[in-house]
């Protein structure tokens, strides 16, 4: 596994030790490369960052020591009481991994596909990005998160984000079986059950990460 760490501030995220007890897979929703993410973080005050992130080609980057935390979940109260289940401040006891991917994408009349912006009323394809070459197509009857098309998870990222999560689960004695219930909101996630989530296991609005077949083999298989 290839890590490269970075000087981030200290001032971004709580310098307080604290026991990880479950492992969150995010994905950033922005262009190729970490800079523009880690750079975004640093100008905000409200120390909200991942303590990695899996770029395209494979290598982690890391921000801060896990042992550390920041707000990376965004909780909401509501949906805690919704599933019946106590508010728990989960942000201290988890450690979030962000996959560099524009998530859900917008198809255009040229026939490419382009990130999504919202432009008041809806989703529409940002063309003042460039054209997403490698991307994932739900079926129309199967839309992901009301989605069809999102970003494909490179097989790099999938085999380096495999590589961290084992080697963290070992560390912190997280157990890595398969949660089948991560894709929508989930009671063990939000009781705060030992394990691997998603950031859609947390909120209802979050459509990371997406189930695309590769990524979804390889956690079944850890």
């Given at each position: 596994m290839n890590l490269?760490?970075?000087?981030?501030?200290?001032t971004q995220y709580v310098r307080e030790r604290t026991e990880k007890r479950q492992?969150?897979?995010?994905?950033?929703?922005?262009?190729?490369?970490?800079?523009?993410?880690?750079?975004?973080?640093?100008?905000?005050?409200?120390?909200?960052?991942?303590?990695?992130?899996?770029?395209?080609?494979?290598?982690?980057?890391?921000?801060?020591d896990e042992e550390?935390?920041?707000?990376?979940?965004?909780?909401q109260q509501k949906v805690f009481t919704q599933?019946?289940?106590?508010?728990?401040?989960?942000?201290?006891q988890s450690i979030g991994i962000e996959i560099d991917s524009w998530g859900f994408l917008e198809p255009h009349t040229d026939g490419q596909f382009y990130p999504a912006k919202w432009n008041g009323t809806r989703n529409v394809p940002n063309t003042a990005a460039?054209?997403?070459k490698y991307f994932y197509e739900y079926c129309t009857n199967q839309k992901w998160k009301?989605?069809?098309?999102?970003?494909?998870?490179?097989?790099?990222?999938?085999?380096?984000?495999?590589?961290?999560?084992?080697?963290?689960?070992?560390?912190?004695?997280?157990?890595?079986?398969?949660?089948?219930?991560?894709?929508e909101v989930s009671r063990h996630a939000l009781s705060g059950t030992p394990g691997i989530f998603a950031h859609c296991?947390?909120?209802t609005?979050?459509?990371?990460?997406?189930?695309?077949?590769?990524?979804?083999?390889?956690?079944?298989n850890l």
């Amino acid at each position: 596994m290839n890590l490269i760490r970075h000087n981030f501030p200290t001032t971004q995220y709580v310098r307080e030790r604290t026991e990880k007890r479950q492992v969150v897979l995010h994905h950033t929703a922005s262009g190729p490369g970490v800079d523009g993410d880690i750079n975004w973080w640093m100008k905000t005050p409200e120390r909200v960052a991942t303590h990695f992130i899996v770029d395209r080609e494979g290598q982690v980057h890391q921000l801060f020591d896990e042992e550390f935390w920041a707000w990376h979940l965004g909780l909401q109260q509501k949906v805690f009481t919704q599933m019946g289940v106590p508010y728990k401040q989960l942000d201290r006891q988890s450690i979030g991994i962000e996959i560099d991917s524009w998530g859900f994408l917008e198809p255009h009349t040229d026939g490419q596909f382009y990130p999504a912006k919202w432009n008041g009323t809806r989703n529409v394809p940002n063309t003042a990005a460039k054209p997403v070459k490698y991307f994932y197509e739900y079926c129309t009857n199967q839309k992901w998160k009301g989605h069809r098309y999102y970003e494909r998870y490179t097989t790099a990222q999938i085999n380096a984000v495999r590589d961290l999560v084992r080697e963290l689960c070992r560390r912190h004695n997280i157990p890595k079986t398969y949660n089948p219930d991560m894709w929508e909101v989930s009671r063990h996630a939000l009781s705060g059950t030992p394990g691997i989530f998603a950031h859609c296991s947390y909120r209802t609005d979050k459509s990371d990460i997406h189930p695309q077949p590769e990524m979804l083999t390889m956690l079944k298989n850890l």
